[in-house]
């Protein structure tokens, strides 16, 4: 059984930051790319930034210049660093990692956490 576990979010004001975590645990023999996708009210599930084992990142153009994505891979946990936080970055962020176990290989998604940015 894999759980990928985020916290991070919360309330921030226009121009702050924030940092969310996501940590892998379970049976694990090796993770993939891992990343960060959102969905704001009425929309659909958006990338948001990935990173690959070998530390590879891909950012939506909406975030770029403004977010950052890391990960450990010591500690099976990616990062979302955010900041100049806007109104439209408002959504509920997911975790996502391809992890292999001992038997399967499959996309895992973490319960989501909310991030509102407002005054």
């Known amino acids: 059984q894999v759980q990928l576990v985020e916290s991070g979010g919360g309330l921030v004001q226009p121009g702050g930051s924030l940092r969310l975590s996501c940590a892998a645990s379970?049976?694990?023999?090796?993770?993939?790319?891992m990343g960060w996708y959102r969905q704001a009210p009425g929309k659909e599930r958006e990338l948001v930034a990935t990173i690959t084992t070998g530390g590879s990142t891909k950012y939506a153009d909406s975030v770029k210049g403004r977010f950052t994505v890391s990960r450990d891979n010591a500690k099976n946990t990616v990062y979302l660093q955010m900041n100049s936080l806007q109104p439209e970055d408002t959504a509920v962020y997911y975790c996502?990692?391809?992890?292999?176990?001992?038997?399967?290989?499959?996309?895992?998604w973490g319960q989501g956490t909310q991030v509102t940015v407002s005054s």
């Open positions: 379970g049976s694990i023999f090796y993770i993939a790319t």
């Open positions: 996502n990692a391809d992890i292999d176990s001992f038997t399967t290989s499959l996309s895992y």
